[in-house]
């Protein structure tokens, strides 16, 4: 089957490393209907632009070609405030200044006024939400640190996690909803028992030379630390940088991390591991992806 011209442009302006749908600017304005559909949680108000927009790939570089409709290519059009933006916990205090040098960006992404979603679970929130997107409720499923899944599918359908120590036994005694506000719940139900030990246990681990946007580095411990691969740009030498995002302790905005110099807010990929600003450096056997 010969595909339809759109099609090709779509596909075209995925691998080129832009972002299907949302028009070239470099201010930042409302949401399109489309991006309200893909990142669900977004407010129709609330001024952003597209991480591809907002944090152009290096001069000389190019992003790498991504899957349509992949996570990696949904984490390029993930919405970003306008710059000058700060990094606020959950009760609304100022964690990172604007114009911090190890800030490259602010994601548009709702924290809840709780003490939860921390590094781990924004990843997990940011790769839920990706699946949410693509009306998959049954891939929606994540592992506490006891080792027991929880399913999006067992919640919707009104069962609820029994915890007992490191025994965690399902009872239907709730509602059948699968309601947005319901994925919310279950979502802070994840938070509340999952965290970089979980993290740590998912299985595939790419090499150093197939790190794609999507991936994520996790130490796992208590406290650990993981940290999203958003995006990755690579020059004619084959030099590799990444654009990488955090949630922290305490509970604070999703954000876009920078090294500082010449290169921010793009991290080299070349060395034995990977330095972030707030935390030990990864090596990369602490890569894994979904």
Known sequence: MTPRPGRLLGLALVLLGCVPGVAASSEPRVPTREERARYAWLTPTRAVLPLAEALPAPEGSTRLPVEPGSFGAWLRGLPVRPPGTPVRDFRGEEILPAGHPALGAVAELD?????????????????????????????????????????????????????????????????VDASRAA????????????????????????????????????????????VLVLDVARDARGRRV??????FI????????????????????????????????????????W
């Open 111 to 175: 924290v809840a006024p709780v003490n939860l979603q921390q590094c781990a679970d924004s990843i997990i929130r940011l790769h839920a939400e990706w699946l949410w997107s693509r009306r998959e409720p049954e891939k929606i499923a994540y592992r506490f640190t006891s080792g027991d899944v929880a399913a999006w599918s067992k919640y919707a359908a009104g069962e609820r996690a029994r915890v007992s120590g490191s025994k965690v036994t399902w009872v239907k005694n709730g509602p």
């Open 183 to 226: 994925f919310q719940r279950y979502l802070d139900l994840v938070f509340t028992y999952a965290g970089t030990l979980s993290l740590e246990t998912v299985k595939q681990r790419p090499s150093r030379e197939d790190v794609r946007p999507g991936d994520f580095f996790v130490l796992g411990g208590s406290p650990g630390h993981a």
């Open 242 to 247: 990444a654009l990488l995002g955090q949630g």
């Open 250 to 289: 305490p509970a604070q905005d999703f954000h876009v991390l920078s090294p500082g110099g010449d290169s921010a807010p793009w991290f080299s990929l070349d060395g034995d591991t990977v330095a972030t600003p707030f935390w030990k450096p990864f090596p990369w056997t602490a890569l894994r992806r």
